[in-house]
T-cell receptor, first 111, second 116 residues
Framework: QKEVEQNSGPLSVPEGAIASLNCTYSDRGSQSFFWYRQYSGKSPELIMFIYSNGDKEDGRFTAQLNKASQYVSLLIRDSQPSDSATYLCAVGNFGNEKLTFGTGTRLTIIP | GAGVSQTPSNKVTEKGKYVELRCDPISGHTALYWYRQSLGQGPEFLIYFQGTGAADDSGLPNDRFFAVRPEGSVSTLKIQRTERGDSAVYLC??????????????FGPGTRLLVL
């Protein structure tokens, strides 16, 4: 079982709709959760992070964390063609600074 | 200020050769990380520096891989006797302190290594 699992996609969403990206992790001790966006041929760019159970909103993006279910998600509202990219979920622990990444979900926003 | 920079952006080498990949972190960042990303995969952790010392090198795949950060700023990842399987994008990231807390890691553009 992989430590961080994501559906590789591709996930196709119409422009203006909500895109929902999901991630599960196996280490119950994980304490920090990051979503990175990666355009083709580019490096990962941080979208948002979340540490506490519940929702965290930043503009069109909402991260949701459920530690009991070991599940973290990213919602993108009012999806734009520029949101088309691969979204990487990464998990970390305090005192262990490395991040463990999933394989990423490729998202395509259809105009 | 400037972000994380990496050189070269692309490196083509032959099997068995030695390569060095350089990373220049964000100014003032004491923590530096190396990751490797193969096609269709997420970044895979290699090594983490806190200042000049390697605090965690558990991700280095074997003893052909070595990294240094002699002055606590620029880091060099060294790969000896390269193999075709070493072909990947090597990403460097830095964070402010990395000490006992989780911080945002900012990634550089990567070095795309191709071993023929």
């Amino acid at each position: 079982q992989k430590e961080v699992e994501q559906n590789s996609g591709p996930l196709s969403v119409p422009e203006g709709a909500i895109a929902s990206l999901n991630c599960t992790y196996s280490d119950r001790g994980s304490q920090s959760f990051f979503w990175y966006r990666q355009y083709s041929g580019k490096s990962p760019e941080l979208i948002m992070f979340i540490y506490s159970n519940g929702d965290k909103e930043d503009g069109r993006f909402t991260a949701q964390l459920n530690k009991a279910s070991q599940y973290v998600s990213l919602l993108i509202r009012d999806s734009q063609p520029s949101d088309s990219a691969t979204y990487l979920c990464a998990v970390g622990n305090f005192g262990n600074e490395k991040l463990t990444f999933g394989t990423g979900t490729r998202l395509t926003i259809i105009p | 200020g400037a972000g994380v920079s990496q050189t070269p952006s692309n490196k083509v080498t032959e099997k068995g050769k030695y390569v060095e990949l350089r990373c220049d972190p964000i100014s003032g960042h004491t923590a530096l990380y190396w990751y490797r990303q193969s096609l269709g995969q997420g970044p895979e952790f290699l090594i983490y520096f806190q200042g000049t010392g390697a605090a965690d090198d558990s991700g280095l795949p074997n003893d052909r891989f070595f990294a240094v950060r002699p002055e606590g700023s620029v880091s060099t990842l060294k790969i000896q006797r390269t193999e075709r399987g070493d072909s990947a994008v090597y990403l460097c990231a830095s964070s402010l302190t990395g000490a006992g807390q989780i911080e945002t890691q900012y990634f550089g553009p990567g070095t795309r290594l191709l071993v023929l």
